[in-house]
């Protein structure tokens, strides 16, 4: 009921294609549905760019949050060293004047 | 577009010239901003009622530039008497939304030299059916006569520059699903009727227009609305209506101000 109405401007099918990648990348916490479709060919940089300025509007903190992670993963020898508890990088509760 | 002249007359004129059968061409600005009234004698409102007729001007899904021009000299400002206007702000490659509502104050067309000068264009466009008076010479005497007229005119004008003030820090807060909350926050408040269920808000904003007023683009007010819709926290009907749900609050939503001289101001102590 809630989201019966959700889609009633239907998307062109490359906005239906980015909202899916976008709605991955935020279920997944991580940038792997979108490096395993640029590897797959199944979409382009062009698309992958929206994706990402799309999350960025939507929520630029879990933007930087899984691009960090991402670069932690694939550059750090030992990512471990690197842990901060999320919500100390996101800065949540440290609003101070 | 249906421009309606100017009737002469000085305040207090009691003499209408309108046949009884002749559509609604003036409107009293008591009518419009009832709060008016409670700042004159009661002996006076009559007078008041009829001296602050207003000439209309009506237009329907368009750009009101043609509409809103006039002589220099000849109207200082409009007031939007019923429907909705967009104001659209353009800088650079970007341009912001504002959405107006009745009682709200509409700026004329800025001079051809004015808009050369100035770094941002703004222009106003009838979002659906829309009705505008004319603030002119007649409202000026009016104002002279009755003080508290144009002291009404300046607090609604602060009002409304405190109100896009809000919108301007809404557009600041950095997840999509926050700005288009604190946007039908602030449409229930001003447009809203409350129901058992919620507040429904009878525009029929697409998710274009919602993207528009909160800074994102469409694909991004189209994730974040399905994410409200989710989270119950606001519907939309086949009519194109809004409901926002009862259960939302701006302090339940995070969305309550949160610095320390707001919380200081607001601390019974």
Request: charged fraction near 25%; charge should be negative.
């Amino acid at each position: 009921m809630a989201s019966e109405m959700a889609f009633a401007e239907e998307p062109s099918t490359e906005e239906r294609a980015t909202l899916k990648l976008v709605s991955q990348l935020v279920a997944s916490g991580n940038l792997h549905p979108l490096i395993a479709r640029l590897r797959d060919g199944e979409i382009g940089p062009e698309s992958a760019r929206d994706a990402l300025q799309v999350l960025a509007e939507l929520d630029p903190a879990l933007l930087v949050q899984i691009t960090l992670d991402s670069l932690i993963t694939t550059y750090l020898d030992d990512p471990g060293l690197a842990h901060q508890p999320r919500r100390a990088v996101r800065g949540e509760g440290t609003v101070s004047e | 577009m249906n421009r309606t002249p100017a009737r002469q007359g000085i305040p207090g004129d009691e003499d209408s010239g309108r046949v009884a059968d002749e559509p609604l061409s003036e409107v009293s600005l008591l009518r419009v901003w009832p709060d008016i009234a409670g700042s004159l004698a009661p002996e006076e409102r009559g007078a008041a009622e009829r001296a602050l007729l207003a000439p209309l001007v009506s237009a329907r899904d368009q750009d009101l530039a043609a509409a809103l021009e006039v002589e220099p000299g000849d109207a200082f400002n409009f007031v939007l008497v019923s429907g909705t206007v967009l104001k659209e702000t353009t800088l650079a490659s970007s341009s912001a939304l504002e959405l107006l509502g009745p009682g709200d104050v509409l700026a004329p067309p800025l001079s051809a030299t004015r808009q050369l000068e100035s770094r941002a264009a703004s222009r106003y466009l009838a979002f659906g059916d829309a009705s505008i008076a004319t603030l002119g010479m007649r409202f000026e005497r009016v104002a002279m006569r009755w003080p508290q007229v144009s002291g009404f005119l300046h607090r609604q004008i602060a009002e409304q520059a405190h109100r896009a003030s809000m919108h301007l820090a809404m557009l600041h807060l950095p997840r999509a699903e926050d700005r288009i909350l604190a946007l039908f926050a602030d449409l229930g408040e001003r447009f809203g009727r409350v129901t058992p269920d919620g507040i429904l808000i009878d525009l029929p904003l697409n998710h274009e227009l919602i993207g528009r007023l909160t800074a994102s683009r469409r694909p991004t007010a189209t994730i974040a609305l399905q994410n409200l819709y989710q989270q119950g926290l606001l519907t939309r009907h086949a009519d194109n209506s809004w409901k926002l749900c009862r259960k939302f609050s701006m302090e339940l939503a995070g969305l309550e101000p949160a610095t320390s001289w707001v919380r200081s101001r607001r601390s019974p102590n």
